[in-house]
């Protein structure tokens, strides 16, 4: 079964850039559509961006234009390069599935937008 370990967040000031990583422990090869998921405390965790085998991605409005999803199956990667930072960014990041509902999802890695 595969498993996700994202890393790359931290403390960053608004309009600033992050790039986060989501390594696979195998082959994300038979995974279709893998996302990026964000969730802050208390509320429900939201998908933000979904990319397809063939490389074609999909995001949610609150990021489209600044955020940029993409993978390497070779690395069995993928990555979130996060621009034009806001404060509302500000939550805990997931990779999984883009797809279905997961059943098992990684620590995640904070990002905090803040001056």
């Known amino acids: 079964q595969v498993q996700f370990v994202e890393s790359g967040g931290g403390l960053v000031h608004p309009g600033g850039s992050l790039r986060l990583s989501c390594a696979a422990s195998?082959?994300?090869?038979?995974?279709?559509?893998m996302g990026w998921y964000r969730q802050v405390l208390g509320k429900e965790r939201e998908l933000v961006a979904v990319?397809?085998?063939?490389?074609?991605?999909n995001y949610a409005d609150s990021v489209k234009g600044r955020f940029t999803i993409s993978r390497d199956n070779t690395k069995n990667t993928v990555y979130l390069q996060m621009n034009s930072l806001k404060p509302e960014d500000t939550a805990v990041y997931y990779c999984?599935?883009?797809?279905?509902?997961?059943?098992?999802w990684g620590q995640g890695t904070q990002v905090t937008v803040s001056s």
């Open positions: 999984n599935a883009g797809t279905g509902v997961p059943r098992y």
């Open positions: 195998g082959s994300i090869v038979g995974i279709y559509v």
């Open positions: 990319v397809r085998g063939g490389g074609s991605t």
